[in-house]
């Protein structure tokens, strides 16, 4: 009987020494990790928000950066390991609409773009030959010296150079004229 009492003791005492798990974050019924390996950078979730066309809601989106500062500037000039991660939550998004999405998204915010530049723009909108389907994950990570890996429902298709590109693509959603207005201000408030 002793030597049960002694073991439920060491039970609880254990479960209080241990470090507690990093708990994920949540949003509208789609879970995210807190942080995520961009190349040997730890990338920690700054802030999410849903995008919306209309008031339907289209995915999830949620930034991470290897040091998190919530403004504009930092998040789209920044050469640090970073991230937009997007679970769509709408039913189809057709990838027309996808392709035409981003290129609007770049015409606005990266007007001035050059040549090499409106390439590697291009090479990134050609990937989006597949419909997003409810469910589906992308993840955009920027690691420096590397380049943009693009990861459309858990496949790597591609790396992108260029510290240039992912300020262009980091514009869509932080920049001047951002796809979505309330989901540039919420991750910006670092709303989770």
Do not use: C
């Not at 915010?109 to 597949?130: I, S």
């Amino acid at each position: 009987m002793k030597r049960n009492g002694v073991l439920v003791l060491v039970l609880v005492l254990a479960m209080f020494a241990a470090p507690p798990a990093a708990p994920a974050a949540e949003m509208g019924g789609v879970t995210v990790q807190d942080t995520i390996s961009i190349g040997s950078s730890t990338a920690r979730l700054a802030g999410l928000g849903f995008r919306k066309k209309f008031v339907i809601k289209v995915y999830m989106a949620g930034l991470y950066m290897a040091e998190p500062e919530l403004s504009q500037g930092s998040i789209i000039a920044s050469d640090q390991a970073k991230a937009v991660f997007m679970h769509f939550v709408y039913g189809k998004v057709e990838a027309a609409k996808l392709q035409e999405a981003w290129r609007e998204g770049f015409e606005k915010n990266t007007p001035g773009a050059g040549a090499d530049l409106r390439q590697r723009m291009d090479r990134f909108v050609g990937l989006f030959r597949e419909d997003a389907l409810r469910g589906d994950e992308y993840l955009l990570a920027y690691e420096p010296g590397v380049g943009t890996r693009i990861i459309l429902k858990g496949q790597e298709v591609d790396t992108i150079p260029g510290a240039d590109f992912a300020s262009a693509m980091m514009a869509i959603w932080f920049g001047d004229y951002p796809a979505d207005a309330g989901l540039k201000k919420n991750i910006l408030a670092g709303q989770m």
